[in-house]
């Protein structure tokens, strides 16, 4: 196709992107998806694969209670009424094209799977659901891409492991079900070798099985080419100019552009300028390509911005040989979170975006960045840490200085730079929390995201465990994240707006290109990518509308 045969141009090939782009050419359009890495799957296939979609389909063929009303009180909870980038109108769309979405997708092959437990990150407020609204994708064999299997860029943990069954393969060392578990994934590995397969989970199979329905419905996708700028006439959106093979070309677009290409945590300036100190790139989990210039060609088209402060914050540990998510680990017993003077900050279960925030609060008023999760023996014998099984404290870790060890609290503080006396203080008081099974400070294990991760084996409470066999150790964590989540204002049609609320004709945004939906909260697992994948199917509906 040349440039001038399409009319609907998708920038980012992630969930959103590819959502968009096979909504459109369902709709009759002839889409262009175009991905300026050489790789597809944006950092949607580097995650979980995970979508929070509540009162979804799967939801009500299984029984589970859910309603759109629930749903629309639970996001109230997390942005004001008055908020630009959240609007009620907004909410609304989003809940309401859930199921015409995964419909649409299960009808092209798609294959969606509940996350059972998997529950809403607060679930005790208003509307919230514990028995989960996530979903994720079913195994997927990356063979079936035929000659693009090599163009899918590699999922973060690259294994035939479900989400859903994370929770229970860390529980290897403590619980028969994880044991279980470790058995079955180490069958399917076999099995794949055997048989000469690729099996991927999380967001491995999300986005590969996404991409073998955009293939099969003849989308066009062309990757290593970079968007350069909006092809703007009269304020109207016409289409896009690019660099392609060492050339500069501009692509009509009649029906619109819909910008899905992430955010910008890989662009270390555009960090310094919108977000708190202190930031840059080295700390990030999002893919190599989200690198921010789609945000900044919005803007110089005249769009509004939200919410370029924040991102979704993980605590991310630097090992010696990579950075390493620390989510799990931090909601099982027999350890906690502190800042320089020993003191915790957070509930160590909750939302990983939460303690992020929570790590930049407390770094205004003492330092707290890094943070340390402090441990005794227990945490290692029993519990993985950064993706490692339970046992011996590698060597690696103590070499390279990534982890610090002692036989009491007080000279393990004095290694990482923390007070020695507020450590133990903070330690004793947990102690006594842990003992009597409830935390007075934070309410760690109180509720049902918290326990998720618990261990199911530890009385009376699954996230508490004292902190007294030693030796003792601890990690530095940082506010790293998985993405930003600032970009343009959009509406409930994923129209980008200029400040004055009116939209920019023939452009779009989605994903975390665009403000967040639940400002500056991670309200359950998925959100971002949900967020995405329903606004990406609005704005290809919209588009298809308007011709």
Not at 203 to 220: D, H, P
Request: hydrophobic share 40%; aromatic share 8%.
């Amino acid at each position: 196709m040349s440039g001038s045969a399409f009319d609907f141009v998708v920038v980012g090939s992630g969930a959103g992107g590819l959502a968009a782009a096979i909504t459109a050419r369902l709709n009759g359009l002839h889409p262009l998806l175009i991905e300026k890495t050489a790789l597809v799957g944006g950092s949607s296939v580097m995650s979980g694969g995970v979508m929070w979609l509540p009162d979804n389909p799967l939801m009500r063929r299984e029984g589970i209670a859910d309603s759109r009303e629930q749903a629309l009180e639970y996001l109230a909870n997390f942005v004001g009424p008055e908020e630009g980038f959240s609007t009620p109108a907004r909410r609304e769309a989003y809940v309401d094209n859930i199921a015409p979405m995964m419909d649409l997708m299960e009808a092209q092959g798609m294959q969606y799977l509940r996350c059972p437990g998997y529950s809403d990150y607060y679930d005790t407020l208003p509307g919230g659901n514990g028995a989960g609204r996530s979903i994720q994708a079913e195994l997927y064999n990356a063979n079936r891409l035929g000659s693009w299997k090599s163009r899918l860029r590699l999922p973060y943990v690259a294994l035939p492991v479900r989400t859903s069954e994370g929770a229970r393969l860390m529980s290897a060392g403590t619980t028969l079900a994880g044991k279980w578990m470790l058995a079955r994934v180490g069958a399917r590995l076999v099995a794949a070798r055997l048989t000469g397969r690729q099996v991927f989970g999380s967001g491995g199979a999300l986005q590969g099985r996404m991409l073998e329905i955009a293939l099969r419905l003849g989308v066009e996708i062309w990757t290593e080419t970079g968007l350069h700028d909006l092809d703007l006439r009269g304020g109207k959106v016409e289409g896009i100019h690019v660099h392609r093979d060492g050339k500069s070309m501009t692509i009509a677009a009649p029906r619109g552009v819909l910008i899905c290409a992430g955010g910008f945590s890989r662009n270390a300036p555009m960090r310094q300028q919108h977000q708190r100190h202190p930031i840059g790139d080295a700390w990030t989990h999002a893919n190599p390509g989200d690198t921010g210039e789609s945000i900044e060609v919005m803007r110089r088209a005249g769009a509004g911005l939200a919410m370029m402060q924040e991102a979704w914050w993980v605590p991310t540990w630097v090992g010696p040989e990579r950075i390493e998510q620390i989510i799990p680990e931090l909601a099982r017993p027999h350890g906690i979170l502190v800042d320089h003077a020993g003191e915790r900050m957070v509930n160590e279960a909750n939302s990983y975006m939460e303690i992020g925030r929570a790590m930049y609060q407390r770094h205004a008023k003492t330092p707290a960045i890094p943070a340390w999760v402090v441990m005794d023996a227990r945490a290692r014998k029993k519990y993985m840490f950064a993706l490692k099984f339970p046992g011996k404290m590698p060597a690696d870790w103590l070499e390279s200085g990534c982890i610090r060890q002692d036989n009491s609290i007080a000279g393990l503080a004095t290694q990482c730079g923390i007070d020695p006396a507020g450590l133990e203080k903070t330690v004793a008081r947990f102690n006594h929390f842990a003992t009597a099974g409830r935390d007075e400070d934070f309410g760690r294990g109180a509720s049902a995201y918290n326990r998720y991760y618990g261990d199911s084996a530890n009385r009376p409470n699954p996230c508490l465990g004292t902190i007294e066999n030693p030796p003792f150790w601890a990690a530095p964590l940082y506010p790293g994240d998985v993405g930003t989540c600032g970009g343009a204002v959009t509406n409930e049609r994923a129209e980008v707006l200029r400040p004055d609320g009116s939209a920019i004709p023939g452009l779009y945004a989605a994903g975390n290109s665009a403000a967040s939906l639940c400002g500056p909260h991670y309200v359950g697992a998925g959100q971002s990518i949900g967020c995405s994948s329903v606004f990406g199917f609005i704005a290809a509906n919209c588009a298809a509308d308007k011709g």
